[in-house]
Antibody, heavy 121, light 106 residues
């Protein structure tokens, strides 16, 4: 069964750092691009960052550019999100998601359950 | 940036009802649109991609239509398991989501 399992969330003070992890199983991890998407409490979904299958190409939303870094370890089937200079507005549940490509482009066919990040003093 | 606007924000319906949710893009996205279902405490689940293609395993009561800037998700006969929040997503240029439509019990 294909599965994504996030971890690493928690309470952090403004200006602090946190690293999220997403463990993948049930598919060939290195063959697929991956993403982080977040959801503030009671709000909608916001795409945060994407990384290619080999890890050489990355994309970021303007709201996190320069503060967050996406990476992956294909030998460990794990996706990461390193977050620095955290702000209250970064408080959210963070989901990892798997890309799938067809002739129409890249969309997300598998999601994890999410991990909660709370930025507060 | 491409903005996605869903309507309504909340929809009250009963089991057996036909339900339609609309999603509009701020510019043409061809058919590069997906629909997701999310239940409380869970990650989203892919329902439809390429505007109208049903994901494997998704019941046939779900259907999608549209192209360009206007899209719809229809549930032909609402079932108890369908009470959830639904999001559209454009993947023409990066990825942006609509604000969501909560389908609740009438």
């Amino acid at each position: 069964e294909r599965q994504l399992l996030e971890s690493g969330g928690g309470l952090v003070q403004p200006g602090g750092s946190l690293r999220l992890s997403c463990a993948a199983s049930g598919f060939t991890f290195s063959s697929y691009a991956m993403n982080w998407v977040r959801q503030a409490p009671g709000k909608g979904l916001e795409w945060v960052s994407a990384i290619s299958g080999a890890g050489g190409i990355t994309y970021y939303a303007d709201s996190v550019k320069g503060r967050f870094t996406i990476s992956r370890d294909n030998s460990q089937d794990t996706l990461y999100l390193q977050m620095h200079s955290l702000r209250a507005e970064d408080t959210a549940v963070y989901f990892c998601s798997k890309d799938i490509y067809d002739s129409s482009g890249y969309y997300f066919d598998l999601w994890g359950q999410g991990t909660l990040v709370t930025v507060s003093s | 940036d491409i903005q996605m606007t869903q309507s309504p924000s909340t929809l009250s319906a009963s089991v057996g009802d036909r339900v339609t949710i609309t999603c509009r893009a701020s510019q043409s996205i061809s058919n590069w649109l997906a629909w997701y279902q999310q239940k409380p405490g869970k990650g989203p689940k892919l329902l439809i991609y390429k505007a109208s293609t049903l994901e494997s395993g998704v019941p046939s009561r779900f259907s999608g239509s549209g192209s360009g800037t206007k899209f719809t998700l229809t549930i032909s006969s609402l079932q108890p398991d369908d009470f959830a929040t639904y999001y559209c997503q454009q993947y023409n240029t990066y990825w942006t989501f609509g604000q969501g439509t909560k389908v609740e019990v009438k």
